[in-house]
T-cell receptor
Framework: EAQVTQNPRYLITVTGKKLTVTCSQN?????MSWYRQDPGLGLRQIYY???????DKGDVPEGYKVSRKEKRNFPLILESPSPNQTSLYFC????????????FGSGTQLSVL | AQTVTQSQPEMSVQEAETVTLSCTYD???????LFWYKQPPSRQMILVIR??????QNATENRFSVNFQKAAKSFSLKISDSQLGDTAMYFC????????????FGGGTRLMVKP
């Protein structure tokens, strides 16, 4: 089944403890990205990648890191999480230029205490 | 930079009736895509409908249709014959051509369909 898989679905952590949210797609998509969703603000893009080893900042990149060492994986790293990073996170992918349909993961609800 | 505004944070409609969700956007681009996404309580993001800016004809998908006014930069979603399963958060989104995965979302409208 074609899908974008995010893990974990729920995560509670404490300030300063490094964490990684994984994202994997099995559709050989070129484009992948991370969004955070906050009430009243909709979804905002954190980082995106247009191919292996190619990443770029979105609208709200501060406090986050990403890597794209393989085409299928695009992990989101919080080196030192803070309470203002408490949010719902989505990974998404799409085939590439000329195909604008996005496939979303099921979301990760992160709480930083 | 693009902005997308949804001016109705919450709406409600009776089952079987019609409801229209508003969306306006601001851009200097001429070619772009517009989308409506549905997010039910499961949190899943579901594509409802999309519109290419170069197409004058309004997109339709079964009970869902849009009113795309390019000059006014308006992109409203009409849901006909509302069903209880339409209860969800709805997001309007904008993507310019050749923009990677750069989607700009509105703040969302929470729709409640009442029996």
């Amino acid at each position: 089944e074609a899908q974008v898989t995010q893990n974990p679905r729920y995560l509670i952590t404490v300030t300063g403890k490094k964490l990684t949210v994984t994202c994997s797609q099995n559709m050989n998509h070129e484009y992948m990205s991370w969004y955070r969703q906050d009430p009243g603000l909709g979804l905002r893009q954190i980082y995106y990648s247009m191919n292996v080893e190619v990443t770029d900042k979105g609208d709200v990149p501060e406090g986050y890191k990403v890597s794209r060492k393989e085409k299928r994986n695009f992990p989101l790293i919080l080196e030192s999480p803070s309470p203002n990073q408490t949010s719902l996170y989505f990974c998404a992918s799409r085939p590439g230029q000329g195909n604008e349909k996005l496939f979303f993961g099921s979301g990760t609800q992160l709480s930083v205490l | 930079a693009q902005t997308v505004t949804q001016s109705q944070p919450e709406m409600s409609v009776q089952e079987a009736e019609t409801v229209t969700l508003s969306c306006t956007y601001d851009t200097s681009e001429n070619n772009y895509y517009l989308f409506w996404y549905k997010q039910p309580p499961s949190r899943q993001m579901i594509l409802v409908i999309r519109q290419e800016a170069y197409k004058q004809q309004n997109a339709t998908e079964n009970r869902f249709s849009v009113n795309f006014q390019k000059a006014a930069k308006s992109f409203s979603l009409k849901i006909s014959d509302s069903q209880l399963g339409d209860t969800a958060m709805y997001f309007c989104a904008f993507m310019k051509l050749n923009a990677g995965n750069m989607l700009t979302f509105g703040g969302g409208t929470r729709l409640m369909v009442k029996p």
